[in-house]
T-cell receptor, first 114, second 114 residues
Framework: AQKITQTQPGMFVQEKEAVTLDCTYDTSDPSYGLFWYKQPSSGEMIFLIYQGSYDQQNATEGRYSLNFQKARKSANLVISASQLGDSAMYFCAMRAQAGTALIFGKGTTLSVSS | DTEVTQTPKHLVMGMTNKKSLKCEQHMGHRAMYWYKQKAKKPPELMFVYSYEKLSINESVPSRFSPECPNSSLLNLHLHALQPEDSALYLC?????????????FGDGTRLSIL
């Protein structure tokens, strides 16, 4: 069985600072994919970044990077230079088989202040 | 703009009404999903369709009835809903090949049961 754990219900950061959102996972499958999504208060789920279990390098997409530590089973999202528009709920998710539904963590609410 | 279109955006219905939620995607994805999401909670998987066939039903009550008329469309028929069914209903689609295919979500339908 697969499980995603996000232990930070809420995080607070000031504009232009970096912030790390934690995610740990558990699976016995050797091959899996890890995803991060952003959900603003308006409700849409926005895909941010992906990391494959066999990827040698940490994924990056603009201001988003994924700190992937396979031995520790962690896939933390790092947002650099936070902006007010980054205030949202962030979900970590995974799948271990192609074509299957993502399994989501409980989410972390990020609040960015000026 | 999202590539998965859901209608309506908002729906208020009584417990005896029959209504349908619609979802459309034109990305050629062969997997489509329905999720239910309560406020400040992660999305809960309801149904998965693969190649237009129902592959997963997460023990959803029969008052929710999914339908996949073709590879681009996904419907969720609602009948005799309960107040606790009030939630955001999200549709998503993804390519079936490969672990790294993200799920693309629609903006959701906010459903209120009176």
């Amino acid at each position: 069985a697969q499980k995603i754990t996000q232990t930070q219900p809420g995080m607070f950061v000031q504009e232009k600072e970096a912030v790390t959102l934690d995610c740990t996972y558990d699976t016995s499958d050797p091959s899996y994919g890890l995803f991060w999504y952003k959900q603003p208060s308006s409700g849409e789920m926005i895909f941010l970044i992906y990391q494959g279990s066999y990827d040698q390098q940490n994924a990056t997409e603009g201001r988003y990077s994924l700190n992937f530590q396979k031995a520790r089973k962690s896939a933390n999202l790092v947002i650099s230079a936070s902006q007010l528009g980054d205030s949202a709920m962030y979900f970590c998710a995974m799948r271990a088989q192609a074509g299957t539904a993502l399994i989501f963590g409980k989410g972390t609410t990020l609040s960015v202040s000026s | 703009d999202t590539e998965v279109t859901q209608t309506p955006k908002h729906l208020v219905m009584g417990m005896t009404n029959k209504k349908s939620l619609k979802c459309e995607q034109h990305m050629g994805h062969r997997a489509m999903y329905w999720y239910k999401q309560k406020a400040k909670k992660p999305p809960e998987l309801m149904f998965v369709y693969s190649y237009e066939k129902l592959s997963i039903n997460e023990s959803v009550p029969s008052r929710f009835s999914p339908e996949c008329p073709n590879s681009s469309l996904l419907n969720l028929h609602l009948h005799a809903l309960q107040p606790e069914d009030s939630a955001l209903y999200l549709c998503a689609s993804s390519d079936i090949q490969g672990l790294g295919q993200p799920q693309h979500f629609g903006d959701g339908t906010r459903l209120s049961i009176l």
